[in-house]
């Protein structure tokens, strides 16, 4: 079961393909490109019976930012030419006959986080195809994070290896660190190492601030600074944490069962090549597609 997060790779296309791409009528198609490449090498790769890609429709609506209007600030607004290739990329999903999901109020995170909450209750495991590392949070064991372009695959052990703190902990560690990529601000002036230490033996932020005093004790380096730190951050570390964690009971009236990925819409497949003026090379890649019971 693959649940895409697809903002990460439509975006990611279109900062490295030139703008100078365009389709028949002369509008920009560098995202739209980018992002058929990708989904025909992930499911020709994959062939996964059961796929859902996860669209951000919530770009400045999020619930998040009625908890902190700062939220995501830091980035620019997406260009016209973006948002309409966003739309021309969702029409490619329902033309492959891929389960496409939206809200005006959740993002793909909390979109992907439901799903894999409702799969899990059916005992299935899922494979989230992102970057993002906010996502880490869903993983139990059999799941996996998989980084389409650098081939990587992290399972709840990697995770811990990589950031020295379990899955569930995520919302924690990133109360206290922060994320610049979505404007969270965690503590300022706790570093990776740091929150990862403080996380140590199953800790998490109610804990740590229910004894600020036991931080000033604790075996790691700078622990009387990091004390200060945290108590000066308390608000900051609750509110990060309130923004990192993925939102898993959307009123979603999609399940595990209705994501079956059934096969392609042929004739809507080929309006859509056409539409973008698509070379050969892709537009058979894409054509080739098939769900594995068609096989």
């Known amino acids: 079961m693959l649940l895409v997060d697809a903002s990460v790779y439509i975006f990611r296309a279109w900062f490295s393909l030139p703008a100078t791409m365009t389709g028949p009528d002369g509008e920009p198609?560098?995202?739209a490109y980018g992002f058929a490449d990708f989904?025909?090498?992930l499911l020709g790769e994959t062939q996964p019976t059961h796929a859902a890609?996860?669209?951000?429709?919530?770009?400045?609506?999020?619930?998040r930012n009625e908890i902190d209007p700062d939220y995501k600030a830091n980035r620019e607004p997406a260009p016209p030419s973006l948002k309409a290739q966003i739309t021309v990329c969702m029409a490619l999903c329902r033309a492959l006959g891929l389960a496409t999901l939206s809200s005006p109020r959740y993002e793909a995170d909390d979109l992907i986080g439901t799903l894999a909450a409702r799969a899990r209750q059916q005992g299935r495991?899922?494979?989230?195809?992102?970057?993002?590392?906010?996502?880490?949070q869903l993983l139990v064991d059999g799941d996996c994070l998989y980084d389409y372009a650098r081939g990587a695959r992290l399972d709840p052990a990697a995770i811990i290896e990589r950031f020295g703190v379990r899955c569930a902990q995520m919302p924690d560690y990133l109360g206290l660190v922060g994320d610049a990529v979505d404007n969270i601000p965690g503590v300022a002036g706790i570093g990776a190492k740091t929150a990862a230490a403080l996380l140590a033996d199953g800790r998490d932020l109610d804990s740590l601030y229910a004894n600020?005093?036991?931080?000033?004790?604790?075996?790691?380096?700078?622990?009387t600074a990091a004390?200060?730190?945290?108590?000066?951050?308390?608000?900051?570390?609750?509110?990060?944490r309130e923004l990192a964690r993925i939102v898993t009971d959307v009123p979603l009236d999609v399940?595990?069962?209705?994501?079956r990925w059934e096969g392609t819409d042929t004739a809507a497949l080929v309006e859509w090549c056409d539409q973008l003026g698509l070379g050969s090379r892709l537009r058979q890649r894409l054509t080739d597609l098939c769900a594995p019971h068609e096989r």
């Open 29 to 31: 198609v560098n995202a």
């Open 39 to 41: 989904l025909a090498g």
């Open 53 to 63: 890609i996860a669209f951000d429709e919530s770009l400045d609506s999020s619930f």
């Open 125 to 136: 495991a899922v494979t989230i195809v992102s970057t993002d590392k906010d996502l880490a």
């Open 212 to 223: 600020l005093d036991a931080v000033a004790a604790m075996p790691i380096r700078g622990a």
């Open 227 to 240: 004390r200060r730190k945290l108590e000066a951050g308390r608000e900051a570390a609750f509110r990060s």
């Open 255 to 259: 399940g595990p069962e209705d994501i």
